[in-house]
């Protein structure tokens, strides 16, 4: 029997935060008790209990694959270090944005992108945390066509994304993207400028939105990535968004809460106190309460930092919290069985403490299994449950 009793924690509901213990069997949450120390339980010392980070989009496998440009890593190498990261930030359900998209200057053809997704698809039972695939999808292109049949087969895969790539239409405006191409491929400007409207004269002329929500609608959860205009909600809208991921002004968060959409920000914008390259302020739109998740885009920390911070900007910490796991599960219908600490839900279970403006990670628990201790009284050891095993093997033999 796999049980634990965690006792003196700030544990985080859906609704309240308390002192109290959460008892757990067999992966599952089978009591919550307030304001009772158990002596036979583990003694988290005041420190905050709740629900494990559920990421609806990073980035942050581009990081290990590819940390220079030019240098390439294999990708059991990079998901294992993505893995045990995500475990140590407190993340305990995590998607992967993988892009299906045929821009100048990426790392990887369709063909690649499709490769890699299978190669997540054999590995992720083998990880610490849950991975998915969330994939991005640019409408605007015929080659994605070809793609939609063989992604269905994907066991990880369960969100799609519209990722128009029209330049000049959404994120970047035409003249930043002059300088970046400019920059990447050591153009002249004007080269750079007659590419981008050869490229937005054929783009335009396609949308595939209509086939993508016909082959995805059933099953999978739909969004639409970076969404400036109201015409852009309103478009996602139509071909079956339930989510605006990322919108990148006023307006269109605006539009989407109109029309009942999820929207979800960046938990880098939150912490830093604004994006990093110029468009909605996470702080503004939260102002309005327009914001419904946070992500944590390319940062992983960046997750629980700002549950840090909200607290401390005076944010109710069931609100925070709720932002990270039980509004995440909401979107993706995984709320029945994780995304909050409630009696019969799985133990996906973070504990940290926070005297540092930050999240220092002590435990981390996945269906009940201990993935991530670290004592900082001593140093951070970050021992995983199998390495934690061979340990106690080596001590007997000794």
Known sequence: MNSHLLTNARIVTPTENFTGSVEIEDGIITSIIKDKYFEDGIDLKGQWLI?????IHTDYLEKELYPRPSAAFPLPFALHFMDVRAAACGITTVFSAVSFTENEGKNRSLADA????RQIDKTRHSLLVRHFLHARLDPNSNSVLDYLEPMKQLESLYMI???EQIPGQRQFTIEQQVAMRVKAFNISADEALERLLKQIEIAKKINNRQQI????????????????TIEHVDEGKVYGATLSEMPTSLIAARRAKELGLWVCLGAPNYYRGGSHCGNLSCHEAMDED??????????????????????????DPSRAVNMVSLNPAK?????????SIEVGKKADIVVFNSEKSFAEVSHVFVDGISKFTADYTYGVQPLMAEQRHELDLLKSDL
């Open 161 to 163: 994304v519209y990722n």
């Open 114 to 117: 499709l490769e890699l997704a």
């Open 51 to 55: 629900p494990g980070c559920i990421d």
């Open 331 to 339: 979107l993706l219908k995984f709320d029945s069985e994780t995304g």
């Open 290 to 315: 327009l914001v419904d998740i946070l992500c944590s885009d390319y940062h992983f920390p960046t997750m629980l930092g700002s549950v840090v911070k909200m607290i401390e900007n005076g944010i």
């Open 213 to 228: 929500m016909e082959a995805f609608k059933d099953k999978y959860i739909i969004g639409s990535h970076d969404d400036t």
